[in-house]
């Protein structure tokens, strides 16, 4: 294990100075240093604010999951309602036809119901036969004055 | 103080999460914006890049099955990101010599450089025209002295892969400073 450490250290040597020998250690070195110029509170800051970011996104998680569980919500309560509404329609109509048993409507009733209804067919009647003995006096005339004019003639 | 995969374990068993993600991100927060830092020269590109790193940590560590060390996992978020940034800004900014000429310059004397030489320019220069990758593998090997089996576990290629880029890498920066 140690020699293979070794081996990589080497290794990590070799590699590095292929590098140096291009640019020197110092350049390279400079180079990194440069790039890790940031000012003392840079850290800390960018710690809050990915605390901060995570912390919004967590916030807009919950309240979309808050509206999400609403909608469901008000879905399944839609679904419950209109099922309620259909079964309570459908029975209202079952009983309807269960309650017109004709046993159970009073005689009178009935004997009211077909006497309105006669009268009703009475006076459709008589005015239709009226109306038919109009036509039939108008036609009758009609009849007599032809033969009048054709004795005339 | 507790290692890495204990911090990992407490935060995929617990539901105060923040506790060890923070020790996570206090421990490992420098290595990875240097490192994000030297890829794209830039403080602030460098500064959004590292935070996003860590949101994509915060929302994946549930799913980490700790099959390499977390560092390995961590340093392959940032190679995504810091080439998926890259890959945007090329795209918006459309690859133009001229402004990548402009951008050298103002990198190397600007005031992230106050003591920039001719040879500093130069590695600069170099290092920006190594392809992304290439850039990637030699600053984890030279900076920040990882094995290969790591580099090319980060990189997505193989320990083979990885020395080659790193080599190319270097052949490719001695090319550039004879053009110079």
């Given at each position: 294990m140690e020699m293979e450490n070794t081996k990589k250290d080497i290794s990590l040597i070799e590699d590095k100075a292929l590098a140096e020998a291009i640019f020197s250690k110092e350049t390279l070195m400079q180079f990194n240093e440069n790039q890790q110029?940031?000012?003392?509170?840079f850290f800390d800051q960018q710690q809050a604010s990915i605390l901060k970011a995570i912390g919004q996104q967590k916030a807009k998680v919950i309240v979309f999951s808050k509206y999400r569980r609403m909608a469901v919500a008000a879905s399944l309560l839609a679904i419950v309602a209109t099922t309620y509404l259909y079964i309570q329609s459908s029975k209202q109509t079952t009983a309807t036809v269960e309650y017109v048993k004709i046993e159970e409507i009073p005689s009178e009733e009935i004997e009211n119901y077909v006497n309105s209804n006669e009268l009703i067919a009475e006076i459709d009647w008589s005015s239709e036969i009226n109306e038919e003995a109009d036509m039939f006096e108008e036609s009758k005339i009609d009849i007599n004055s032809n033969k009048d004019t054709n004795k005339a003639e | 103080m507790q290692n890495d995969q204990t911090l990992v374990m407490e935060f995929q068993q617990s539901?105060?999460?923040?506790g060890p993600f923070t020790q996570l991100l206090k421990r490992h927060q420098q290595r990875v914006y240097y490192q994000i830092k030297r890829m794209l020269n830039n403080h602030m590109d460098a500064d959004d890049v590292a935070q996003q790193v860590w949101i994509k940590v915060w929302n994946k560590l549930d799913g980490f099955?700790?099959?390499?060390?977390f560092s390995t996992w961590l340093f392959r978020i940032a190679y995504n990101e810091t080439l998926n940034f890259i890959q945007k800004q090329q795209k918006q900014a459309g690859f133009n010599e001229t402004a990548e000429k402009i951008d050298y310059e103002e990198a190397a004397t600007g005031s992230d450089h106050p003591k920039s030489t001719q040879i500093q320019i130069a590695l600069d220069r170099a290092v920006k025209q190594l392809p992304e990758k290439q850039r990637f593998v030699f600053m984890l090997r030279y900076?920040?002295?990882?094995n290969y089996e790591k580099i090319a576990s980060i990189t997505g290629t193989t320990v083979g892969g990885a020395k080659a880029n790193y080599h190319q890498a270097i052949k490719k920066m001695e090319e550039i400073l004879k053009q110079d």
């Open positions: 110029q940031v000012s003392s509170a | 539901t105060q999460k923040e099955k700790m099959e390499s060390e900076f920040e002295a990882l």
